[in-house]
């Protein structure tokens, strides 16, 4: 039986400026093929495979603001793949969930960067699945 790599992530719960990235707890590991750089912000993902990368992020946002992620696939963001939830009223709790599937051929790295005006910790989890060998 073929067992197909993958690996879990926690946000840590922090405090987190606008445009800057989320810092990474990786818990859950499995082949060795998803690996957490020791910025603790970076994922390198190894190359030849389908991945389907999951996230939530939760934490609050002022009154008319919003919480944006923003995956980098590389060295850019993906628009595609980028997801918004809008804050009603403030200090109230507010997430955002996005999924999307990516393929790899070469070597590459994903980081998730936040923006919107935060007003208390985030906290989330990321979860990465080899899909198919390409």
């Not at 707890?25 to 390198?44: C, E, K």
């Not at 002022?62 to 992620?69: E, F």
């Not at 923003?70 to 595609?80: I, L």
């Amino acid at each position: 039986m073929d067992t197909r790599d993958y690996s879990l992530f926690y946000v840590q719960s922090d405090t987190y400026r606008d445009g800057s990235f989320l810092t990474l707890y990786q818990y859950l590991r499995g082949n060795g093929g998803i690996t957490l750089d020791a910025n603790n912000q970076t994922i390198t993902l190894s190359p030849r495979h389908l991945y389907q990368v999951a996230f939530m992020v939760q934490g609050q946002a002022a009154a008319g603001s919003y919480l944006q992620v923003a995956p980098y696939v590389g060295s850019r963001a993906d628009p595609n793949f980028t997801a918004t939830a809008q804050a009603v009223s403030g200090d109230n709790p507010i997430s955002v969930t996005g999924s999307f599937f990516v393929d790899v051929p070469l070597q590459t790295f994903l980081s998730l960067q936040v923006h919107g005006a935060l007003t208390g910790t985030l906290t989330g989890t990321l979860s990465i699945f080899v899909v198919n060998d390409l």
